[in-house]
């Protein structure tokens, strides 16, 4: 049962920073593009940022220029470093994979559990 389990979030006041990072475990498969979304209360699930298996990244514009997204295909790993955080960016974090199970003969979504990220004015 593949499962992906993020981790980092938590209360930050305006300007901090926080590093979220979301791991996939279980079973044998082979991970293909990351990406990172958030959903603040009451509104859709957003996108945030993806990175492709060769690293071409991608961001929403709301935050190009203080988050950065990185992998680790090595420990099936992707991050989102959070920079120059804003009351705006309050939302629970949620990871996706486009995930591959050695059976499969294609890829599938895979979604974390989400992970708070609150930021104080």
């Known amino acids: 049962q593949v499962q992906l389990v993020e981790s980092g979030g938590g209360l930050v006041q305006a300007g901090g920073s926080l590093r979220l990072s979301c791991v996939a475990s279980?079973?044998?498969?082979?991970?293909?593009?990351m990406g990172w979304y958030r959903q603040a209360p009451g509104k859709q699930r957003d996108l945030v940022a993806t990175?492709?298996?060769?690293?071409?990244?991608n961001y929403a514009d709301s935050v190009k220029g203080r988050f950065t997204i990185s992998r680790d295909n090595a420990k099936n790993t992707v991050y989102l470093q959070i920079d120059s955080l804003k009351p705006e960016d309050t939302a629970v974090y949620y990871c996706n994979m486009a995930l591959r199970l050695w059976y499969q003969a294609a890829p599938s979504d895979y979604w974390g559990q989400g992970t708070q990220v609150t930021v104080s004015s």
């Open positions: 990175i492709t298996k060769e690293g071409t990244t």
């Open positions: 279980g079973g044998s498969f082979r991970i293909y593009a």
